[in-house]
Antibody
Protein backbone atom coordinates (compact mmCIF):
# COMPACT_ATOMS: atom_id res chain seq x y z
CA UNK A 1 0.00 0.00 0.00
CA UNK A 2 1.01 3.64 -0.37
CA UNK A 3 3.26 4.93 2.39
CA UNK A 4 5.29 8.10 2.82
CA UNK A 5 8.06 7.70 5.38
CA UNK A 6 9.78 10.85 6.59
CA UNK A 7 13.11 11.42 8.27
CA UNK A 8 13.42 11.92 12.00
CA UNK A 9 13.04 14.95 14.22
CA UNK A 10 15.54 17.78 13.95
CA UNK A 11 16.72 20.48 16.35
CA UNK A 12 18.39 23.45 14.71
CA UNK A 13 19.75 26.79 15.78
CA UNK A 14 18.35 30.01 14.33
CA UNK A 15 19.96 30.77 10.99
CA UNK A 16 20.73 27.13 10.20
CA UNK A 17 19.22 24.94 7.46
CA UNK A 18 17.24 21.73 7.63
CA UNK A 19 16.56 19.13 4.95
CA UNK A 20 13.65 16.75 5.47
CA UNK A 21 13.27 13.60 3.39
CA UNK A 22 10.11 11.76 2.35
CA UNK A 23 10.50 8.28 0.87
CA UNK A 24 7.58 6.86 -1.10
CA UNK A 25 6.61 3.21 -0.92
CA UNK A 26 3.96 1.39 -2.91
CA UNK A 27 4.06 3.60 -5.97
CA UNK A 28 6.51 5.37 -8.28
CA UNK A 29 7.34 8.87 -7.08
CA UNK A 30 7.09 10.48 -10.53
CA UNK A 31 3.44 9.44 -10.85
CA UNK A 32 2.20 12.13 -8.45
CA UNK A 33 3.24 15.58 -7.24
CA UNK A 34 4.54 15.86 -3.69
CA UNK A 35 3.30 18.70 -1.49
CA UNK A 36 4.53 19.85 1.90
CA UNK A 37 2.29 21.12 4.70
CA UNK A 38 3.45 22.36 8.09
CA UNK A 39 1.77 22.79 11.46
CA UNK A 40 3.20 24.90 14.26
CA UNK A 41 2.58 23.56 17.78
CA UNK A 42 -1.10 23.94 18.69
CA UNK A 43 -1.82 25.71 15.41
CA UNK A 44 -3.53 24.96 12.10
CA UNK A 45 -2.26 23.63 8.81
CA UNK A 46 -0.16 25.75 6.45
CA UNK A 47 0.62 24.89 2.84
CA UNK A 48 4.36 25.12 2.12
CA UNK A 49 4.39 24.23 -1.57
CA UNK A 50 4.53 21.45 -4.12
CA UNK A 51 6.94 19.91 -6.60
CA UNK A 52 6.19 18.16 -9.84
CA UNK A 53 8.12 14.94 -9.42
CA UNK A 54 7.97 14.50 -13.20
CA UNK A 55 9.78 17.68 -14.34
CA UNK A 56 10.88 19.37 -11.11
CA UNK A 57 8.59 22.40 -11.42
CA UNK A 58 7.85 23.94 -8.06
CA UNK A 59 5.29 26.25 -6.49
CA UNK A 60 6.13 27.69 -3.07
CA UNK A 61 4.16 29.69 -0.54
CA UNK A 62 5.06 33.33 -1.03
CA UNK A 63 6.12 33.81 2.58
CA UNK A 64 8.79 31.10 2.20
CA UNK A 65 10.04 32.07 -1.27
CA UNK A 66 13.81 32.34 -1.26
CA UNK A 67 14.23 30.13 1.82
CA UNK A 68 12.64 26.84 0.70
CA UNK A 69 13.73 24.38 -1.96
CA UNK A 70 11.97 21.17 -2.89
CA UNK A 71 13.75 18.43 -4.82
CA UNK A 72 13.37 14.79 -5.71
CA UNK A 73 15.63 11.80 -6.26
CA UNK A 74 13.81 9.39 -8.52
CA UNK A 75 16.52 6.75 -8.14
CA UNK A 76 15.55 6.35 -4.49
CA UNK A 77 11.87 7.38 -4.79
CA UNK A 78 12.51 10.18 -2.31
CA UNK A 79 11.43 13.81 -2.08
CA UNK A 80 13.21 16.48 -0.06
CA UNK A 81 12.33 19.83 1.43
CA UNK A 82 15.13 22.17 2.52
CA UNK A 83 14.43 25.27 4.58
CA UNK A 84 17.21 27.78 5.14
CA UNK A 85 17.79 30.72 7.49
CA UNK A 86 15.61 29.06 10.09
CA UNK A 87 13.70 31.22 12.56
CA UNK A 88 11.85 30.34 15.73
CA UNK A 89 8.51 30.60 13.92
CA UNK A 90 9.61 27.81 11.57
CA UNK A 91 9.25 25.41 14.50
CA UNK A 92 6.58 23.00 13.30
CA UNK A 93 5.66 19.51 12.25
CA UNK A 94 6.39 19.20 8.54
CA UNK A 95 4.31 16.73 6.54
CA UNK A 96 4.87 15.48 3.02
CA UNK A 97 1.71 14.52 1.17
CA UNK A 98 1.05 12.87 -2.15
CA UNK A 99 -0.49 15.09 -4.79
CA UNK A 100 -1.05 18.79 -5.35
CA UNK A 101 -4.82 18.91 -4.91
CA UNK A 102 -6.60 17.06 -2.12
CA UNK A 103 -4.34 15.04 0.17
CA UNK A 104 -5.16 11.38 0.72
CA UNK A 105 -1.72 10.09 1.67
CA UNK A 106 0.33 11.80 4.38
CA UNK A 107 3.73 11.13 5.82
CA UNK A 108 4.01 10.66 9.57
CA UNK A 109 5.49 14.13 9.99
CA UNK A 110 8.92 15.46 10.92
CA UNK A 111 9.19 17.79 13.90
CA UNK A 112 11.63 20.63 13.25
CA UNK A 113 12.49 22.64 16.34
CA UNK A 114 14.39 25.90 15.97
CA UNK A 115 15.95 26.94 19.22
CA UNK A 116 19.17 28.45 20.50
CA UNK B 1 -5.18 34.22 -1.93
CA UNK B 2 -8.44 32.62 -0.86
CA UNK B 3 -9.04 32.96 2.88
CA UNK B 4 -11.13 30.18 4.43
CA UNK B 5 -13.00 31.01 7.63
CA UNK B 6 -14.37 28.12 9.66
CA UNK B 7 -17.10 28.39 12.24
CA UNK B 8 -17.65 27.80 15.00
CA UNK B 9 -14.17 27.64 16.51
CA UNK B 10 -15.32 25.00 18.97
CA UNK B 11 -18.42 22.82 18.91
CA UNK B 12 -19.44 21.13 22.18
CA UNK B 13 -21.74 18.17 21.56
CA UNK B 14 -22.64 14.78 22.98
CA UNK B 15 -22.17 11.41 21.27
CA UNK B 16 -25.11 10.68 19.01
CA UNK B 17 -25.76 14.33 18.23
CA UNK B 18 -25.46 15.96 14.82
CA UNK B 19 -22.50 18.24 14.06
CA UNK B 20 -22.63 20.98 11.43
CA UNK B 21 -19.34 22.70 10.55
CA UNK B 22 -19.08 25.69 8.24
CA UNK B 23 -16.31 26.85 5.91
CA UNK B 24 -16.69 30.19 4.14
CA UNK B 25 -14.31 31.30 1.39
CA UNK B 26 -13.32 34.92 0.67
CA UNK B 27 -13.93 34.25 -3.03
CA UNK B 28 -15.47 31.47 -5.06
CA UNK B 29 -13.63 28.16 -4.91
CA UNK B 30 -12.88 27.04 -8.43
CA UNK B 31 -14.75 23.89 -9.48
CA UNK B 32 -15.78 23.41 -5.83
CA UNK B 33 -12.31 22.03 -5.14
CA UNK B 34 -12.87 21.96 -1.39
CA UNK B 35 -11.71 19.18 0.93
CA UNK B 36 -12.27 18.38 4.60
CA UNK B 37 -9.80 16.68 6.95
CA UNK B 38 -10.05 15.26 10.44
CA UNK B 39 -7.08 15.48 12.79
CA UNK B 40 -6.87 13.62 16.08
CA UNK B 41 -4.20 14.56 18.66
CA UNK B 42 -0.75 13.37 17.71
CA UNK B 43 -1.85 12.17 14.27
CA UNK B 44 -1.55 13.40 10.72
CA UNK B 45 -4.73 14.77 9.16
CA UNK B 46 -7.06 12.28 7.46
CA UNK B 47 -8.94 13.11 4.27
CA UNK B 48 -12.72 12.88 4.71
CA UNK B 49 -14.26 14.75 1.77
CA UNK B 50 -12.97 16.07 -1.57
CA UNK B 51 -14.70 17.94 -4.37
CA UNK B 52 -16.98 19.44 -1.69
CA UNK B 53 -19.14 16.32 -1.41
CA UNK B 54 -17.27 13.14 -2.38
CA UNK B 55 -16.35 10.85 0.51
CA UNK B 56 -12.82 9.49 0.52
CA UNK B 57 -12.32 5.73 0.51
CA UNK B 58 -13.22 4.10 3.79
CA UNK B 59 -14.93 7.14 5.31
CA UNK B 60 -18.21 6.27 7.07
CA UNK B 61 -21.40 7.61 5.52
CA UNK B 62 -22.23 9.60 8.65
CA UNK B 63 -19.79 12.16 7.19
CA UNK B 64 -21.18 14.28 4.38
CA UNK B 65 -20.09 17.43 2.62
CA UNK B 66 -22.15 20.01 0.78
CA UNK B 67 -21.99 23.49 -0.61
CA UNK B 68 -20.62 25.39 -3.55
CA UNK B 69 -19.04 28.70 -4.48
CA UNK B 70 -18.10 30.31 -1.18
CA UNK B 71 -20.13 28.38 1.40
CA UNK B 72 -19.41 24.80 2.37
CA UNK B 73 -20.60 22.52 5.15
CA UNK B 74 -19.36 19.31 6.74
CA UNK B 75 -22.07 17.36 8.55
CA UNK B 76 -21.55 14.44 10.91
CA UNK B 77 -24.97 12.88 11.28
CA UNK B 78 -24.45 11.07 14.58
CA UNK B 79 -21.25 11.66 16.52
CA UNK B 80 -19.26 8.60 17.51
CA UNK B 81 -16.62 8.82 20.30
CA UNK B 82 -13.81 8.71 17.73
CA UNK B 83 -15.23 11.75 15.88
CA UNK B 84 -14.19 14.21 18.60
CA UNK B 85 -11.26 15.90 16.88
CA UNK B 86 -10.27 19.00 14.91
CA UNK B 87 -11.62 19.48 11.38
CA UNK B 88 -10.04 21.57 8.64
CA UNK B 89 -11.33 22.70 5.28
CA UNK B 90 -8.90 23.15 2.41
CA UNK B 91 -9.28 24.69 -1.03
CA UNK B 92 -7.21 23.37 -3.91
CA UNK B 93 -8.87 25.21 -6.77
CA UNK B 94 -6.29 27.96 -6.90
CA UNK B 95 -2.78 28.76 -5.79
CA UNK B 96 -1.73 29.20 -3.09
CA UNK B 97 -3.57 26.28 -1.53
CA UNK B 98 -5.11 27.40 1.75
CA UNK B 99 -6.62 25.86 4.86
CA UNK B 100 -9.22 27.07 7.31
CA UNK B 101 -8.13 27.64 10.88
CA UNK B 102 -10.00 24.55 12.11
CA UNK B 103 -13.08 23.65 14.14
CA UNK B 104 -12.64 21.60 17.29
CA UNK B 105 -15.47 19.18 18.04
CA UNK B 106 -15.34 18.41 21.75
CA UNK B 107 -17.38 16.26 24.09
CA UNK B 108 -20.00 18.22 26.00
Amino acid sequence: QVQLVQSGAEVKQPGASVKVSCKAFGYTLISYYISWVRQAPGQGLEWVGWISTYNGNTNYAQKLQGRVTMTTDTSTNTAYMELRSLRSDDTAMYYCVRGSEYFLHWGQGTLVTVSS
Amino acid sequence: EIVLTQSPGTLSLSPGERATLSCRASQSVSSNYLAWYQQRPGQAPRLLIYGASSRATGIPDRFSGSGSGTDFTLTISRLEPEDFAVYYCHQYGSSPRTFGQGTKVEIK
